[in-house]
């Protein structure tokens, strides 16, 4: 058996990247090797103690299209992932409940309920009392939310193209295939 290899991120310890919305760290990047001066390039890392678990894999799959999702999605739309999840199932789920949205996700309530007030204070959904139960809050997009939702489910038709290009179409049918039957 061939022993998967890791390539070792020879990026700037002092640098930091925001591509997860985070606020700057203040620490100042490094000046560039000077011409000439290449930096060296680490040796990939042995993995093998944990190529046999699927989160392991999952994570490492991952990395690629949380990168196309921060560069399509999350910079120019000011999202995160969660976010745009909400604002999708919210477009395609009329009468939503928060009850229900924090079911599909797996959340919290409260951790919900925080990421609903953030979306609201952005004017792009609101909480509307349920008129069959009015225990429960209904989640609507607003006329914005409704053009973002859009919009952004349009960048996401192609952003992961260049992720999933290694794949086949055969291939790309069965990774999905198995995902979902994972997810049960």
Known sequence: MVTPTVPVP???PTSHDDSNGAAPTGRRRRAAAPAGRARAVAPALKQQRMV???GY???RADVRPKQAFVEHLGRPFRLRPVEFTILQLVAENDGITQKQLAQALALQPPHLTLLIDRLV???VVARVRSEAD???QIVCLTDDGRMLAEATRQASLTMEDDVLARLSSGERALLFELLD???G
């Open 121 to 123: 204070e952005r004017g």
């Open 134 to 136: 009015r225990r429960a």
């Open 52 to 54: 046999h678990l699927l």
């Open 57 to 59: 894999r999952l994570a």
């Open 181 to 183: 039957k994972l997810a």
């Open 10 to 12: 020879t990026a700037d």
